[in-house]
C-alpha cells in the first residue's frame, strides 16, 4: 500500500510568488491535514478535512493561503504571495477519521522563499 | 505556555543504552497519546499510541501514560544507532479532532 504522497519534495522561490503543494492520502482515509513545520518545532496544523469540507481552518493565514479537496481524496495547498517567514517543512497526513489515535505523513514538502 | 512542553535535547547515548523521553502537557482533554520518530528530511512515522494511563510495550519501545500527573514518557531499551532521529511527542484531543505536537527531542545513538 502506498503511503501519503506529497510533491514536489523541495521548492525554492522568491518572496511574492505563487506556490502549491500537492498531497495523495492513503487510501480510504477520510481526514486529511495540513501541518506546517518549522526547523526546530513540532508540526503546527493548518487546517483538516473531513472528506472534502474543510472543518478546521482556524490557523491557516487566509489572507494568502488557500486549500481545496476535490472528491474528498488528492488536496492541494496554496500560498499566494509568498514571504520569507513561509519556509518551512509543509506535511499532509492522513487518518481513517479524526478519533483515530495517529496519523500517516507523507514526507513533506521543504519550502524556501528567498 | 505550550500546551505540551518536550524535553528538549539533544540526547546522545551510547549503543546499548536505555533511552527516556519525556514530555509534559496542560490540556485535560486529550486523550491519545502518541510518540512519532522522525528522520531527516522525512516525515513523522507514528511508533506508539495509547489512550489511558499506564504502560504500552513494543519490542525495545515502552510508552507511559500518567494522566494525573499529565506526564508521557517513551523508554528505549537497548539502543540502536538506527534509533538515531527525533521523537515527537502528540497528544489528540478527539473533541477538537487535532492533535498538538511537542518540538521533539533529537537522540543520536553512538556504535
Known amino acids: 500500500e502506498a503511503g501519503v504522497v506529497q510533491s514536489p519534495r523541495y521548492k525554492i522561490i522568491e518572496k511574492k510568488q505563487p506556490v502549491a503543494f500537492w498531497c495523495n492520502p492513503i487510501s480510504g482515509h477520510n481526514t486529511l491535514y495540513w501541518y506546517r513545520q518549522n526547523l526546530g518545532q513540532g508540526p503546527e496544523l493548518l487546517i483538516r478535512y473531513e472528506n472534502e469540507e474543510a472543518v478546521d481552518d482556524s490557523q491557516l493565514p487566509k489572507d494568502r493561503f488557500s486549500a481545496e479537496r476535490l472528491k474528498g481524496v488528492d488536496s492541494t495547498l496554496k500560498i499566494q504571495p509568498a514571504e520569507l517567514g513561509d519556509s518551512a517543512v509543509y506535511l499532509c497526513?492522513?487518518?481513517?477519521?479524526?478519533?483515530?489515535?495517529?496519523?500517516?505523513f507523507g514526507s513533506g514538502t521543504r519550502l524556501t522563499v528567498v | 505556555q505550550k500546551e505540551v512542553e518536550q524535553d528538549p535535547g539533544p540526547l546522545s547515548v551510547p549503543e546499548g543504552a536505555i533511552v527516556s523521553l519525556n514530555c509534559t502537557y496542560s490540556n485535560s482533554a486529550f486523550q491519545y497519546f502518541m510518540w512519532y520518530r522522525q528522520y531527516s528530511r522525512k516525515g513523522p512515522e507514528l511508533l506508539m499510541y495509547?489512550?489511558?494511563?499506564g504502560n504500552k510495550e513494543d519490542g525495545r519501545f515502552t510508552a507511559q501514560v500518567d494522566k494525573s500527573s499529565k506526564y508521557i514518557s517513551l523508554f528505549i531499551r537497548d539502543s540502536q544507532p538506527s534509533d538515531s532521529a527525533t521523537y515527537l511527542c502528540a497528544m489528540t484531543n478527539t473533541n477538537a479532532g487535532k492533535s498538538t505536537f511537542g518540538d521533539g527531542t533529537t537522540l543520536t545513538v553512538k556504535p
Open positions: 497526513a492522513s487518518s481513517l477519521d479524526a478519533d483515530s489515535g495517529g496519523y500517516t
Open positions: 495509547t489512550y489511558s494511563s
